[in-house]
Nanobody, 126 residues
């Protein structure tokens, strides 16, 4: 599975962005997909994940209620709608796919994801 994340950009505090993760090859529609982010000088952290059908989602505490993950398997795309963005949300955002079924806190482990996109930069100005 090849993944490409896009949709990042510069936005003011309180604004919104929608990231997309487009997949090609493999069986993306049967893969759990997650979003991670890495701010400059910090470790990569989990943001959100969705199971293969879209029936189950999981969020980091820091984004719950502000971010929404969704997917369209017909278009091989996973989305991350980000609202009420804050400067602390500034980071490079990566999408990743896992070929096995997981749930809950399992999604937070970067090691379960075998496929990663190249990242898209989100900058939130204060």
């Amino acid at each position: 599975v090849q993944l490409q994340a896009f949709g990042g950009g510069l936005v003011q505090s309180g604004g919104s962005l929608r990231l997309s993760c487009a997949a090609s090859g493999g069986t993306f529609s049967r893969s759990s997909t997650g979003w991670f982010r890495q701010a400059q000088g910090k470790e990569r952290e989990f943001v959100a994940a969705i199971n293969w059908s879209g029936s189950s989602t999981y969020y980091a505490v820091s984004v719950k209620g502000r971010f929404t993950i969704s997917r369209n398997n017909a278009e091989n795309t996973v989305y991350l709608q980000m609202n009420s963005l804050q400067p602390d949300d500034s980071a490079v955002y990566y999408c990743a796919a896992a070929s096995k079924f997981y749930s809950g806190r399992d999604y937070e482990a970067a090691g379960i994801y075998g496929f990663w996109g190249q990242g898209t930069l989100v900058t939130v100005s204060s």
